[in-house]
T-cell receptor, first 115, second 114 residues
Framework: DTAVSQTPKYLVTQMGNDKSIKCEQNLGHDTMYWYKQDSKKFLKIMFS???????INETVPNRFSPKSPDKAHLNLHINSLELGDSAVYFC??????????????FGSGTRLTVV | DQQVKQNSPSLSVQEGRISILNCDYTNSMFDYFLWYKKYPAEGPTFLISISSIKDKNEDGRFTVFLNKSAKHLSLHIVPSQPGDSAVYFC?????????????FGDGTTLTVKP
């Protein structure tokens, strides 16, 4: 009954590989997000989709490409992985864009390690 | 540009005492302020929020205070329990929800000792 589920939970891969992280929410929310938590622990927005439409696209390398086949799914594909991409990636959702007063619902994170 | 700062990386308190976690922000356009709690290997979970028209919001043992003139908010946990041991993130969000862009602090690790 997980509200926001992301797979895989752990991902270890070599530099130069291409990998994908999947996210699904069963809350009926319209808006989904990808956040990156780096070694300094900051949670930084990467992308946001509202009803399959891209609404936030922060300054991230274009090796990162989000895809939202429907409003319940937001996947993240990363090409040509680099060491600096190692981080924990969190998917989140909300009923509408923005946190409002009830916040986001986060997935449990995907720890990506590039070796 | 760190718009939301949590200057204390860690805090240790005794069970039953008060825990006070602090957060400062710089952007006066923020209208909602939220606290999240995060356990290891889990995602952050929403705890409590406050809008800029209020200066206090209470939910059980958790109270958030907002001082807009000082651009400062704090989370009080009374009484603290060992299960409260976690990383706490504050977040700030503009009213214009179409922007959808919230900013998070880098977290404070709270340890509540039995």
């Amino acid at each position: 009954d997980t509200a926001v589920s992301q797979t895989p939970k752990y991902l270890v891969t070599q530099m130069g590989n291409d990998k994908s992280i999947k996210c699904e929410q069963n809350l009926g929310h319209d808006t989904m997000y990808w956040y990156k938590q780096d070694s300094k622990k900051f949670l930084k927005i990467m992308f946001s989709y509202n009803n399959k439409e891209l609404i936030i696209n922060e300054t991230v390398p274009n090796r990162f490409s989000p895809k939202s086949p429907d409003k319940a799914h937001l996947n993240l594909h990363i090409n040509s992985l680099e060491l600096g991409d190692s981080a924990v990636y969190f998917c989140a959702s909300s009923p509408a864009p923005g946190q409002g007063d009830s916040g986001y619902t986060f997935g449990s994170g995907t720890r990506l390690t590039v070796v | 540009d760190q718009q939301v700062k949590q200057n204390s990386p860690s805090l240790s308190v005794q069970e039953g005492r008060i825990s006070i976690l602090n957060c400062d922000y710089t952007n006066s356009m923020f209208d909602y302020f939220l606290w999240y709690k995060k356990y290891p290997a889990e995602g952050p979970t929403f705890l409590i929020s406050i809008s800029s028209i209020k200066d206090k919001n209470e939910d059980g043992r958790f109270t958030v205070f907002l001082n807009k003139s000082a651009k400062h908010l704090s989370l009080h946990i009374v009484p603290s329990q060992p299960g409260d041991s976690a990383v706490y993130f504050c977040a700030a969000s503009p009213y214009n929800t179409n922007a959808g862009k919230s900013t998070f602090g880098d977290g404070t690790t709270l340890t509540v000792k039995p």
